[in-house]
Each structure stands twice: as structure tokens, then as C-alpha cells.
């Protein structure tokens, strides 16, 4: 099978089991939605929330699993398990105690990390925040260990397991919040509570596949290996790249809790309808291209290595300019169905649509970064990204002020300056990735672009067009509004497909051939 199939087949496993995820996680926000609205209440929940989800990437995520994989993987290439193993029981024992100390002072000292967030918040619901943020805290602990153990089960090439434990976050915050609404005097802890549950059962998953693969990790206290220190040096530019990013979300928080009671919600609302297409396409696929390219890498083969990332990338353009394109043009139906029931009212879906759309312009370069920042960990190079991640959130705090105060675009103009951000940092990338790799045939990849700019555009106002025959400013479902968005989407699907088979698109081709050598017969 070739590399490109390889990664194909298994992007497909992970988009597979990523959808499960994003279908539950969905249904946990319309749970969210319906109970809590947008309100002071979900804004301290997803302030508090926030928190240990950034700080996941600062541990494991973002920083040392990005950092340890190529290290990993190489070792892997080598067919030297038995170091590999040592150094994945040394970042565990290391990752372990970090993690319990940062979990103990987090719950200490919560009242100024919450200010750190979100100062602009009143006192009720300042205090609200530290309170829950306070019951969420230990789950860094939990998801950290849980995305090393991913990272090595991914680099192993077994995706199911890492795939499939956010699953088992979203159905435990579901059953915790109907188990457990009324059992406490704010409802909100319920919510709190399933995470704490989640984060428990997203670890425990794990364990049974690396005991089975032989990676169980193991307590070490010789924490001295060269391979190690390798990875602590690759560590330290990228610790200072996820400061930037965290500085980031930092600033947008601080801006939104000095706007109306709502806009952190509005935000987070609208940034998940986003991660649908990333996470099943853009993650998916960058989760099975980064120890591809490190493999490359470690052989010198520097030719594959320039044919996959260019593949890669044309892929993920092709799906995610339609995607971002339809999620445009039906931004409002999309959130009335989702979102609008309960305490989550007509005027928080238009607010929350608005802020869709302005992430939606950045949607494809966010895609792309998922893609082009992993070709430079591959090299072992976490400098560069760093670098050019500080100016792109320079912008951005320039840029969301700007919209957000001066313009007084609030929640939208947050939305805007981010993706003018996200933009910047994957082009900046892309040249300097070429300048280093060779040349990346700027002019095949833009004129690619154009087809489906156009192709999109076509399908967008289709879907629009039809989406105007059903009435979107009552809250539920509806036999009409459900049929109205799935011919708005069906036709668009089928207006986007036929023309790329006119425009004679590659990548169209190469999907459908996937899908089917995965039917029966075939």
C-alpha cells in the first residue's frame, strides 16, 4: 500500500472515530445550550474550563508529545524498543509529578488564574468561575497522561484508542449534567463534575492498548538518557510557542469578559462548530503525518518527505474551502438547530452565527497550520513556528481590540482578528517551509485554490438559496427546518462533487477511489 493510501486509511479510522466525538460533543453543547443558555453561568464554566485545557497542551499535548514523537518514532526506526520504552516510562514519571504539583497549586492559587482569564468578570460570577475551576483543575492531571499515552499508541500506528476517548468525555459530562442537575444548589456543578468523570475514563482507556503493544508505562527514578535530553532541548522553544498561543486565548479572554454577558459563550458556541471539520479532517490527518514525516526524516528521505506534505496539504484544502464555504451560508440554520431551545434564545443564536462566520474566514489557514507546524517538529525544528506564532499573536491582540473596542464589533471582531492571525502564521510558515524543503509549486497549489474557491462559492449560494424556505428564528426542531438544511446540504453536496469532476480536481478522484476499495467487493 502506498504512503499516500497509508495515511489516507488511517486519517479515514481517526475522521471516523473523530465524527463519533464530534456528534457527542455536539449533543453535550445542545445539552449545555438547552440547560445553561448563554449566559454568566456557561461563561464561568467555560472560562474555568478552559484553564486545564490550555495548560494540557503546555504538559503533553501541544509541547512534549509534539517534542517526544520524532525522538519516539526515530528510536521505533531503529527497532530499538527496549530504549524507546525507557524513555517513554522517563517522560511518564516526569509528566506524573509535574502534573500533581500543577494540580494542587492550580486549586490553590485558582482565584488568580481565573483573573489572569477573564478580570472583567462581576464578583458573582468571578467567584462562580474560581469555584468551578477549582472542581476541574485535576483534570489536567488525567488528560496529560492521556495524550502521552496517545502519542504512543499513535506512534505505533494504533489510532483507535486515542481517537475515540474524547467519546467518553462528552457522554460522561451528558449523563453527569441529567444525573446531577439537581443535586446541587447551582446546576452548573454538574457539568463540572462529568469532566472530572471523562478525563478518569479517557485515561483508563488507554492502558488495556499499551499493555498490549508492551508500552504500559512503568514508575523510573533513573531519569538520565541522552535521548531525553534531546527532547527536553526540542521542549524549551516549544514550551515558549505554547505561551504565545496561550497568550492568545488569554487576550481574547480578557476582551470578552469586559463585553456583554454572553461573548465568552457566543465564542466557544461558535469555535466547536468549527472543529468539526478540523478535527476530522485537519487533526485526523496532521495525528497520522507527524510520525510519517519524522519517519522520513530520520531515513533522509527528503524527496517523500516534500510529496506528502504538499499532498497533505492540497487534501486538506479541498475539503475544508467547501466546508468553511457551507458553514457561511448556513450559520444561522446550523446554530438554530443546535443551539436554539431552552435558555439559549433567538438573539444568542444571531450572535453566535455572526462570531461562526468570522472564524470561518480563518478556518482553512487553521486547517493548514495543523499540517505545516508538524513538517517543522518532524526537522526537529520548534524554533521556527515559535518565532512566527509571536507575531501572529501580536496581530491578533492589536487586531481584537481594534474590531472588538474601537470598531465595537465585540464578539465578532474577536472572531475576525483571529483568523486574520491564524492566516498570517500559516503563510509566513509555508515560505519559510519552502525556502528550507524546496520549491513547493506555489502556482499548482493557488491555481488548485481558485477551482475551489469558485466550486465553493457556487455551492454556498446554492445552500443559502435553499435554505431560505424554512423560518429560522424559532427555537426546536421542526420536520421543515430539519428537511430545509438537509437538502440545503444535500444539494450543495452533490453541486460541489459534479463539478469537480468537470474541473477534473485530483483530489476528488483519489477520495472517491478510497471510499471504494472500502466498499464490499471491492
Not at 334 to 363: D, K, P, S
Amino acid at each position: 500500500m502506498s504512503d499516500k493510501h497509508e495515511i489516507a486509511r488511517s486519517a479515514g479510522t481517526i475522521g471516523f472515530l473523530t465524527l463519533l466525538s464530534r456528534i457527542t460533543g455536539y449533543i453535550r453543547d445542545m445539552v449545555m445550550a438547552y440547560f445553561f443558555g448563554a449566559t454568566a453561568f456557561t461563561d464561568a464554566f467555560w472560562i474555568a474550563f478552559r484553564i486545564p485545557n490550555l495548560l494540557r497542551r503546555l504538559f503533553a499535548e501541544g509541547s512534549l508529545t509534539i517534542s517526544f514523537i520524532p525522538i519516539f518514532t526515530e528510536m521505533l526506526e531503529r527497532k530499538d524498543r527496549m530504549e524507546a520504552k525507557k524513555v517513554s516510562d522517563i517522560v511518564f514519571s516526569l509528566l506524573f509529578a509535574i502534573t500533581i504539583i500543577v494540580s494542587v497549586l492550580g486549586v490553590i492559587f485558582s482565584p488568580y488564574i481565573v483573573k489572569l482569564f477573564a478580570y472583567g468578570f462581576d464578583r458573582e460570577t468571578f467567584e462562580l468561575s474560581v469555584a468551578l475551576n477549582r472542581i476541574m483543575f485535576p483534570y489536567i492531571f488525567f488528560i496529560s497522561l492521556t495524550a502521552l499515552s496517545m502519542g504512543v499508541l499513535n506512534s505505533l500506528r494504533h489510532f483507535f484508542a486515542p481517537a475515540f476517548s474524547p467519546v467518553l468525555l462528552n457522554l460522561s459530562m451528558i449523563i453527569a449534567i441529567f444525573a446531577l442537575f439537581n443535586q446541587f444548589g447551582l446546576p452548573i456543578y454538574s457539568a463540572a463534575a462529568g469532566v472530572i468523570l471523562g478525563g478518569m475514563l479517557q485515561l483508563l482507556i488507554q492502558i488495556p492498548f499499551l499493555r498490549a503493544s508492551g508500552f504500559l508505562f512503568s514508575f523510573t527514578t533513573n531519569l538520565r538518557n541522552p535521548a531525553v535530553k534531546r527532547i527536553g532541548l526540542l521542549l524549551v522553544p516549544q514550551l515558549f510557542g505554547l505561551a504565545v498561543y496561550n497568550l492568545n486565548l488569554i487576550v481574547s479572554s480578557q476582551y470578552a469578559s469586559f463585553m456583554p454577558e454572553g461573548t465568552i459563550s457566543y465564542l466557544y458556541f461558535a469555535e466547536r462548530l468549527t472543529e468539526f471539520p478540523l478535527g476530522i479532517i485537519a487533526v485526523s490527518i496532521a495525528t497520522v503525518l507527524l510520525p510519517n514525516l519524522s519517519s522520513y526524516i530520520s531515513r533522509g528521505d527528503y524527496a517523500k518527505f516534500h510529496e506528502t506534505y504538499s499532498f497533505t496539504l492540497r487534501l486538506l484544502l479541498f475539503i475544508l474551502i467547501p466546508a468553511l464555504a457551507g458553514l457561511i451560508a448556513l450559520r444561522i440554520p446550523i446554530c438554530n438547530i443546535l443551539y436554539q431551545r431552552g435558555e439559549f434564545t433567538y438573539e444568542a443564536t444571531l450572535a453566535t452565527a455572526q462570531t461562526l462566520a468570522g472564524y470561518c474566514l480563518g478556518l482553512w489557514a487553521v486547517g493548514g497550520l495543523r499540517v505545516t507546524a508538524p513538517a517543522f517538529y518532524a526537522m526537529q525544528d520548534t524554533k521556527t513556528p515559535v518565532v512566527v506564532a509571536f507575531f501572529a499573536f501580536l496581530l491578533n491582540a492589536a487586531l481584537g481590540f481594534v474590531l472588538g473596542f474601537t470598531l465595537r464589533l465585540e464578539h465578532t471582531g474577536l472572531a475576525l482578528a483571529n483568523s486574520a492571525s491564524s492566516v498570517f502564521n500559516f503563510l509566513a510558515l509555508v515560505y519559510l517551509l519552502e525556502r528550507r524543503t524546496g520549491d513547493l509549486k506555489e502556482r499548482t497549489i493557488l491555481l488548485f485554490c481558485f477551482k475551489i474557491i469558485v466550486i465553493s462559492a457556487v455551492m454556498a449560494g446554492a445552500a443559502w438559496w435553499v435554505s431560505t424556505y424554512a423560518d429560522w428564528t424559532g427555537s426546536g426542531f421542526s420536520v421543515k427546518k430539519i428537511a430545509v438544511l438537509a437538502l440545503s446540504i444535500g444539494a450543495s453536496g452533490i453541486i460541489f462533487i459534479t463539478l469537480t469532476k468537470i474541473l477534473k480536481i485530483e483530489e476528488a478522484g483519489f477520495l472517491l477511489n478510497l471510499i471504494r476499495r472500502k466498499l464490499p467487493g471491492e
